[in-house]
């Protein structure tokens, strides 16, 4: 049994532990580069940009561009923020420092949630890739356990074997897709395999044009784009226990930019020009579709070893970010205090395993009842984990104001022509969030929405009412 101690640096009234809120700084240089690249490339990359490839076409490759470009804007704007006051939970604890208490309790909360529903479908998406080995010889459901014991275990050990186990998952991912660009480079230079004949670079205008669908096609994308890069921010969370935030930080961030142009344009280029936009279909992995087209049938295999490290690589993220965000909201007195317990090792003990438990419960659920209300749940996934980013971008232009009026001090990484760039990344996502009520599969995420977000206010208002004295519901000054 894994034996416990309680944090001794909490304050009594439930405000923010001081010295590092008792992690261990432990993930060094190489884990946390690991760590943001991971964050960038998912499942949305190897499954879902299928989808969005029949719906837009090559322009999906602008989609990308210009949402990566708003991505960056984004991790400036949390850089800036980290600089400012490296926390672990730093999402929240900075809508409570700019926005108020509430602000910063719904945050924790959302936050939480997106990675809880994201574990429960990325552990049970893992359990379906291993059947394309195995068939039905083993259960799905013993997948589904394995993975989440595992991974769980793992987080609990160290939060140092988390980011190597995020390390080498993102090794993989990383190396698929490089080894993807080095072989359709190989067949439009050198011109190998069945694919030889038709690759081109034209293939990118001469099917109907850049933008076969239309703009509105390309519009249409821009959820299924988004989703792809949700928990880049999950750099973010590490604050607390890197080995040296204020210089590995912003060497992550700073890489954004080339990771998006690598990983997500060059990919989309070389694959469309290789094989045409028209053969590629919803559901069907871009990387296996180029495979096939190439005459090349063991990239199948490939593929799906990948798209399974994708999914524990994320489920692995999720058990490592919903302990903390517990843990930040336990010490300012918006959960409950046991969540603030840490093992000797540094690690939230009660909120990595509350987390896990309902995770274990949603693949439960999933395989003995799978049908439209988990469906449902699912799709608040994409809504939820944006709500991050603008709290980001919203404390960030907070603070960038008090910092001008020397209210607080300037950060020393300060994101590039803000506030505009923020306000720029705002509308962007104000933009995401029409086209998700135009599309009637995501409809349902908007209509979720105000229901979470009038239970955190029921919740915050008995809590308040409950102790209207604590400093957790009092604004800081």
């Known amino acids: 049994m894994t034996s416990v101690q309680v944090e001794t640096n909490d304050r009594p009234d439930g405000g923010e532990a001081a010295g590092g809120e ?15 690249i991971g964050g960038a490339i998912g499942t949305g990359l190897f499954l879902g940009a299928g989808k969005a490839i029949s719906k837009a076409g090559p322009s999906l490759i602008l989609a990308y561009a210009i949402a990566g470009l708003v991505i960056f804007f984004i991790m400036r704007a949390l850089g800036e923020l980290l600089m400012y006051r490296p926390v672990a939970g730093s999402f929240s604890d900075y809508a409570r420092e700019f926005l108020g208490p509430f602000w910063g309790y719904a945050t924790g909360w959302t936050y939480w949630l997106f990675w809880v529903v994201t574990g429960i479908t990325e552990v049970t998406a893992a359990a379906k890739y291993m059947a394309y080995w195995t068939g039905d010889s083993f259960p799905q459901w013993a997948y589904a356990l394995i993975f989440t014991v595992v991974l769980y275990a793992a987080n609990l050990i160290s939060v140092k074997l988390f980011g190597e186990l995020e390390f080498w998952f993102s090794m993989v991912k990383v190396t698929a897709i490089v080894g993807m660009i080095l072989i359709c480079a190989g067949i439009l230079t050198v011109g190998f395999s069945d694919a030889a004949e038709t690759a081109s670079v034209a293939n990118l205008w001469n099917d109907g044009g850049f933008f076969p669908k239309g703009i509105g096609g390309t519009l249409m994308t821009l959820q299924i784009v988004v989703f792809a890069f949700l928990a880049v921010e999950l750099v973010g969370v590490t604050a607390g226990e890197s080995k040296d935030p204020e210089k590995t930080l912003p060497k992550a961030i700073n890489t954004v930019p080339w990771r998006i142009a690598v990983f997500y ?6 694959i469309l020009s290789v094989v045409p936009w028209s053969h590629f279909q919803p559901g069907v992995s871009p990387f296996v579709a180029a495979f096939e ?3 090349l049938g063991v990239g199948a295999a490939i593929v799906n070893f990948v798209v399974l490290t994708a999914a524990l690589s994320s489920c692995n993220s999720g058990m490592y970010s919903t302990g903390r965000m517990l843990r930040d909201l336990a010490l300012n007195g918006q959960g409950p205090k046991f969540f603030t317990r840490l093992t000797r090792n540094g690690t939230p003990l009660a909120g990595t395993t509350f987390s896990a438990s309902l995770m274990l419960a949603g693949v439960w659920i999933n395989y003995v009842a799978p049908g439209k209300a988990f469906d449902y749940v699912v799709s608040f996934a994409t809504i939820s984990g944006m709500w991050a980013w603008v709290m980001i971008l919203v404390c960030q232009i907070r603070y960038r104001a008090k910092a001008d009026r020397g209210e607080l001090p300037a950060s020393p990484f300060k994101a590039p022509g803000s506030p ?26 908007l209509y979720c929405a105000p229901l979470w977000g009038a239970l955190l206010g029921v919740t915050y208002l008995v809590l308040k009412s409950r102790n209207p004295q604590n400093a957790a519901f009092a604004k800081r000054s």
């Open 22 to 36: 008792g992690y261990h700084r432990t993930l060094g240089a190489r884990q946390i580069q690991m760590i943001a």
């Open 265 to 270: 344009v060059g990919a989309l280029i070389m």
């Open 293 to 295: 087209r190439m005459g």
């Open 420 to 445: 505009w760039t923020s306000w720029f990344a705002l509308a962007f996502i104000a933009m995401v969030i029409v086209m998700m009520g135009a599309d009637k599969d995501a409809r349902i995420s």
